[in-house]
Nanobody, 128 residues
Framework: QVQLVESGGGLVQAGGSLRLSCAAS????????MGWFRQAPGKEREIVTA????????YYADSVKGRFTISRDVAKNTVYLQMNSLEPEDTAVYYC?????????????????????WGQGTQVTVSS
């Protein structure tokens, strides 16, 4: 089993930055694609970004392109989400996810049903 723990959320003013971390334990996720999703109150969980296990394939939602960057540190079994130029619309609970369904596949899955391990989430609040 894989356990995922997110950290780095908080309250920030519009235009500010945050860096989220997702630490995996239980087993290595180095050959799993991983993603970040978010869910705002009253809305469905949506993809923010995803990265293949090689790092060669990355997907960004249109709403975050040019502002957010996903990266992974194989040695630390950790994935990061650097968020710049934050907007009030970015306010949500952010979830890290990993998928063994596509273990060793060089793809960046973008749908919730493609992931089978989830973190508990970390709150990001952007004030205007």
């Amino acid at each position: 089993q894989v356990q995922l723990v997110e950290s780095g959320g908080g309250l920030v003013q519009a235009g500010g930055s945050l860096r989220l971390s997702c630490a995996a334990s239980g087993r290595t996720v180095n050959r799993y694609p991983m993603g970040w999703f978010r869910q705002a109150p009253g809305k469905e969980r949506e993809i923010v970004t995803a990265i293949s296990w090689t790092g060669n394939k990355i997907y960004y939602a249109d709403s975050v392109k040019g502002r957010f960057t996903i990266s992974r540190d194989v040695a630390k079994n950790t994935v990061y989400l650097q968020m710049n130029s934050l907007e009030p619309e970015d306010t949500a609970v952010y979830y890290c996810a990993a998928t063994r369904i596509y273990e060793n596949d060089d793809i960046a899955p973008r749908y919730t049903y493609e992931y089978d391990f989830w973190g508990q989430g970390t709150q990001v609040t952007v004030s205007s």
